[in-house]
């Protein structure tokens, strides 16, 4: 099956620091990825619909200022974490539709902000 | 938003018992699906029922959707301690957009 990869897969920072996720689709081409959060014991949480080649499309709540999402190619989005703080530390997951829309879940990524 | 709810929230059993977990949403949908979570780990699909579907096998696992209750269940037999897990079920509502909305999620513990 279609296999989406994450990096890093884990990540620690000092508060105030930005953090990159990037988010890859390893072998199909995916003009749409998702970035969702989930904090510890909870449910996943949409955060953005990223577009190749478009901004991204925020859920409410989600400031776009905090979070940005770059889309650059078919096969890569990253998400950064901007100033990051301790609220922020979570798991944050990617997703990846491929041209029949079949959704495919990337790692993860466990950011712990200090 | 979330839309999905599974209940209940968390459940125990003992090996080779039954497992079920159930889910119910709010809007119309084009499909749900349920995933499995392992704790801290990234989230594997375990099968995908359409809104024109009412019952999926795969396995050990059995999915039923009723459409017009806006609910879905997800049956593991003959349970393993391997099993243990969050399950989520998730619906892909219908937008056009293939966004998923995730339940809060069930937490399987089987006990060997």
Redesign the interface.
């Known amino acids: 099956g279609a296999v989406v990869s994450q990096h890093p897969s884990r990540v620690i920072c000092k508060s105030g620091t930005s953090v990159k996720i990037e988010c890859r689709s390893l072998d199909f081409q995916a003009t749409t990825m998702f970035w969702y959060r989930q904090f510890p014991k909870q449910s996943l949480m949409l955060m953005a619909t990223s577009n190749e080649g478009s901004k991204a499309t925020y859920e409410q709540g989600v400031e776009k200022d905090k979070f940005l999402i770059n889309h650059a190619s078919l096969t890569l989005s990253t998400l950064t974490v901007t100033s990051a703080h301790p609220e922020d530390s979570s798991f944050y997951i990617c997703s990846a539709l491929n041209t029949v829309k079949e959704q495919f879940f990337g790692p993860g990524t466990r950011l712990t902000v200090l | 938003?979330?839309q999905g709810e599974e209940d209940p929230q968390a459940l125990s059993i003992q090996e080779g018992e039954n497992a079920t977990m159930n889910c119910s949403y709010k809007t119309s949908i084009n499909n749900l699906q349920w995933?499995r979570q392992n704790s801290?780990?990234?989230?594997v699909?375990l099968i995908l029922i359409r809104s024109n579907e009412r019952e999926k096998h795969s396995g050990r696992l059995r999915v039923t959707l009723d459409t017009s209750k806006k609910s879905s269940s997800l049956l593991i037999t003959a349970s393993r301690a391997a099993d243990t897990a969050s399950y989520?079920c998730a619906t892909d509502e219908n937008s056009g957009?293939?966004?998923?909305?995730?339940?809060?999620?069930t937490?399987l513990l089987v006990s060997p």
């Open positions: 938003s979330q995933y801290g780990r990234g989230l699909h989520f957009y293939s966004t998923l909305t995730f339940g809060k999620g937490m």
